[in-house]
């Protein structure tokens, strides 16, 4: 069974950085065709990706966020961090990680985590 | 700003059919496969729908999925008052290099 979980700060001030830490089981990232990803949602928004990084290492970023943003993963401990600088209080979203397959086909998210929210505020 | 474009809202009574459109472009929809996620309110997304039109095991028959060209639909026969949520649609853009969602829409059952 495969289960992803978010921790990390629920607040943070204008401009520092947030650390986000992706919990899993179930699955490896060093098995050929696995990935995790970021997604985030602001407030009665809609769904936003961010980030994604798979078993090779190989790492995609949303355009529009990609200089502020840096994701890696410790195969070891069975987690994926996300970065995210200069924080503004417009990025105040609940944040998911998100398993993905290649095997599954297309391209989905098929397993997600709870998400944990964070606020930017000073 | 997705670009992936979705009614707002759409709704029936009980037992009806829905249907939810997500429309895009060649980048888009026209040339991968699309997903569809479920949020029920106050969860995270789950998959209903991946590769335009397959059910991941556990989700039911009545959801459905399919694509023409650079628009995708998602179809909810039965309607019951557990599909009341939100479904976005899901994407790679192969010119952004990024995933895409779309705006998502809103079920309310009558």
């Known amino acids: 069974q495969i289960t992803l979980k978010e921790s990390g700060p629920t607040l943070v001030k204008p401009t520092q950085i947030l650390t986000l830490t992706c919990t899993f089981s179930?699955?490896?990232?060093?098995?050929?065709?696995?990935?995790v990803g970021w997604i985030r949602q602001p407030p009665g928004k809609a769904l936003e990706w961010l980030a994604l990084?798979?078993?090779?290492?190989?790492?995609s970023y949303s355009p529009s966020l990609k200089s502020r943003l840096t994701i890696t993963k410790d195969t070891s401990k069975n987690q994926v961090v996300l970065t995210m600088t200069n924080m503004d209080p417009v990025d105040t979203a609940t944040y998911y990680c998100?398993?993905?397959?290649?095997?599954?086909?297309?391209?989905?998210?098929?397993?997600w985590g709870q998400g944990t929210m964070v606020t930017v505020s000073s | 700003q997705s670009v992936l474009t979705q009614p707002p809202s759409v709704s029936a009574a009980p037992g009806q059919k829905v249907t939810i459109s997500c429309s895009g472009s060649?980048?888009?929809?026209?040339?991968?496969?699309v997903s569809w996620y479920q949020q029920l309110p106050g969860t995270a997304p789950k998959l209903l729908i991946y590769?335009?039109?397959k059910r991941p095991s556990g989700i039911p028959d009545r959801f459905s999925g399919s694509k023409s060209g650079t628009s995708a639909t998602l179809g909810i026969t039965g309607l019951q008052t557990g599909d009341e949520a939100d479904y976005y649609c899901?994407?790679?853009?192969?010119?952004?290099?990024?995933?895409?969602f779309g705006t998502g829409t809103k079920v309310t059952v009558l």
């Open positions: 060649s980048s888009n929809v026209g040339n991968n496969y």
């Open positions: 998100a398993h993905r397959d290649i095997a599954v086909g297309g391209f989905a998210f098929d397993i």
């Open positions: 590769e335009n039109n």
């Open positions: 179930g699955f490896s990232l060093s098995t050929s065709g696995v990935g």
């Open positions: 899901g994407t790679w853009d192969s010119s952004l290099r990024a995933y895409v």
């Open positions: 990084i798979y078993w090779d290492d190989d790492k």
